[in-house]
């Protein structure tokens, strides 16, 4: 999940990383209120799930009322991104001395997390990513041993920042990292990091994705998820309870396992065709489970077949088979299914589709991934 930039401030200030004070608000008259009780000059910020704010004339400076009335005014409804602003995050100005850009995320690669360090924050990042990528400083950090202060302190002088403020930066960079791995997220990014003019470092900016499989230990996110962007079929696939997430091709994906979902995903790509969603109904799922996934796939205006590959282990064939003619019964699908149907109890889940009747234009079975990618893109294709 993504936080907007308030949002991640609120979730920088619990692990003691120094924002600006502010407030969120959703009208004109909310943010002169708020920016005569942060104090003038404020800065007005666009709250959108897109980065470029400051480009796109979603970050305005104001030092009266009046000022914000007409930026605010502005901003509320500016499209940014395809994102339409409706919440503005009013703060306090900060005087500038420096811009630096700091993040970490996982390489799944390295299977260690990377943290990037540079002096040339601010809005041109990735131009310098680009042009002058060794202006980035890289580390990879075991998570087993985290991240040392020794190790903070050389990486902090090989990104050559400003030496009166290697003290500072360590202290910030720690407590990151600390948000980052504690706070359960996938991506911590401050981009401008600050060196205000009485040499504080601070955090003027935030980007923040939330690991979604931590939800359980973190009841606070629900104030996160209120405002969170998700598409119609996500949505649908949430009010069911699915592992959903909704892609641009047109061959809809139900598989059991992320495993085997990906492979799924992958065999469909090599074979020429283009996935809708990533849908995995897990380990043990019965016919509820099935009929509510063909459900949400069926409500995709793009989907022209789907390839249903399930390889029951805790998943059982009839039950598979049961939530499919339990699915038919209720919605009629707009795509073919393919299936490809192995492991537990597959012949007795043949037996039960065999049985119901459905004919080959609604329903084909193959023994193989390989064969069933090839029918479901050749379908996926008007073929
Ligand atoms: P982004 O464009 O979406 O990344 O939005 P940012 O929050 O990073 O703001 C863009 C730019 O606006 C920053 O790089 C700063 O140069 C400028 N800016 C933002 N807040 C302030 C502030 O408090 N004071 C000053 N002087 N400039 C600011
Ligand atoms: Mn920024």
Same mark, same amino acid.
Request: overall charge negative.
């Given at each position: 999940?993504?936080?907007?930039?308030?949002?991640?401030?609120?979730?920088? #200030?619990?692990?003691?990383?120094?924002?600006?004070?502010?407030?969120?608000?959703?009208?004109?008259?909310?943010? %002169?209120?708020?920016?005569?009780?942060?104090?003038?000059?404020?800065?007005?910020? &666009?709250? %959108?799930?897109?980065?470029?704010?400051?480009?796109?004339?979603? *970050?305005?400076?104001?030092?009266?009322?009046?000022?914000?009335? !007409?930026?605010?005014?502005?901003?509320?409804?500016?499209?940014?991104?395809?994102?339409?602003?409706?919440?503005?995050?009013? @703060?306090?100005?900060?005087?500038?001395?420096? !811009?630096?850009?700091?993040?970490?995320?996982?390489?799944?690669?390295?299977?260690?997390?990377?943290?990037?360090?540079?002096?040339? =924050?601010?809005?041109?990042?990735?131009? %310098?990513?680009?042009?002058?990528?060794?202006?980035?400083?890289?580390?990879? $950090?075991?998570?087993?041993?985290?991240?040392?202060? &020794? %190790?903070?302190?050389?990486?902090?002088?090989?990104?050559?920042?400003?030496?009166?403020?290697?003290?500072?930066?360590?202290?910030?960079?720690?407590?990151?990292?600390?948000?980052?791995?504690?706070?359960?997220?996938?991506?911590?990014?401050?981009?401008?990091?600050? *060196?205000?003019?009485?040499?504080?470092?601070?955090?003027?900016?935030?980007?923040?994705?939330?690991?979604?499989?931590?939800?359980?230990?973190?009841?606070?996110? #629900?104030?996160?998820? #209120?405002?969170?962007?998700?598409?119609?079929?996500?949505?649908?696939?949430?009010?069911? =309870?699915?592992?959903?997430?909704?892609?641009?091709?047109?061959?809809?994906?139900?598989?059991?396992?992320?495993?085997?979902?990906?492979?799924?995903?992958?065999?469909?790509?090599? *074979?020429?065709?283009?996935?809708?969603?990533?849908?995995?109904?897990?380990?043990?799922?019965?016919?509820?489970?099935?009929?509510? #996934?063909? @459900?949400?796939?069926?409500?995709?205006?793009?989907?022209?077949?789907?390839?249903?590959? $399930?390889?029951?282990?805790?998943?059982?064939? !009839?039950?598979?088979?049961?939530?499919?003619?339990?699915?038919?019964?209720?919605?009629?699908?707009?795509?073919?299914?393919?299936?490809?149907?192995?492991?537990?109890?597959?012949?007795?889940?043949?037996?039960?589709?065999?049985?119901? =009747?459905?004919?080959?234009?609604?329903?084909?079975?193959?023994?193989?991934?390989?064969?069933?990618?090839? &029918?479901?893109?050749?379908?996926?294709?008007?073929?």
């Amino acid at each position: 999940m993504d936080l907007l930039e308030y949002q991640g401030k609120q979730f920088f #200030a619990q692990f003691g990383i120094p924002v600006s004070d502010g407030r969120p608000v959703t009208t004109v008259d909310e943010a %002169v209120a708020a920016a005569e009780a942060v104090g003038y000059p404020v800065v007005v910020k &666009a709250q %959108v799930h897109a980065g470029g704010r400051g480009k796109a004339g979603g *970050v305005k400076l104001a030092n009266n009322a009046d000022e914000v009335r !007409e930026h605010a005014g502005n901003i509320l409804g500016l499209d940014i991104s395809g994102h339409i602003t409706r919440i503005l995050w009013i @703060e306090i100005a900060s005087d500038i001395s420096e !811009e630096y850009y700091v993040s970490f995320t996982l390489d799944r690669s390295a299977k260690k997390h990377l943290g990037m360090l540079s002096k040339e =924050g601010g809005v041109e990042i990735e131009q %310098v990513a680009v042009e002058n990528p060794d202006a980035i400083a890289k580390i990879w $950090i075991d998570p087993v041993d985290g991240l040392t202060e &020794a %190790v903070c302190r050389e990486w902090v002088l090989a990104a050559n920042l400003n030496p009166s403020v290697t003290d500072g930066a360590v202290a910030l960079l720690l407590k990151l990292y600390t948000a980052y791995t504690d706070g359960d997220a996938d991506l911590a990014e401050i981009n401008p990091l600050i *060196v205000k003019t009485d040499g504080k470092v601070h955090a003027l900016d935030a980007k923040v994705s939330l690991d979604d499989n931590a939800d359980f230990r973190h009841p606070e996110w #629900a104030e996160y998820r #209120a405002t969170e962007e998700l598409d119609s079929r996500e949505q649908l696939a949430r009010t069911h =309870g699915l592992q959903y997430i909704g892609l641009d091709g047109t061959v809809g994906i139900i598989a059991n396992g992320a495993g085997l979902a990906m492979s799924t995903l992958d065999v469909v790509n090599q *074979v020429g065709g283009t996935a809708a969603n990533f849908l995995d109904i897990g380990g043990g799922a019965n016919a509820d489970v099935m009929a509510a #996934a063909l @459900e949400v796939i069926n409500f995709d205006e793009k989907v022209t077949s789907i390839f249903i590959n $399930i390889f029951g282990g805790i998943t059982r064939g !009839e039950e598979v088979a049961k939530g499919i003619v339990e699915a038919l019964s209720r919605v009629t699908l707009k795509a073919p299914i393919v299936i490809r149907l192995d492991g537990t109890n597959a012949e007795e889940g043949r037996k039960i589709l065999a049985d119901a =009747g459905i004919p080959e234009s609604t329903l084909i079975s193959k023994p193989t991934m390989l064969e069933a990618a090839h &029918a479901a893109v050749a379908l996926s294709k008007g073929k």
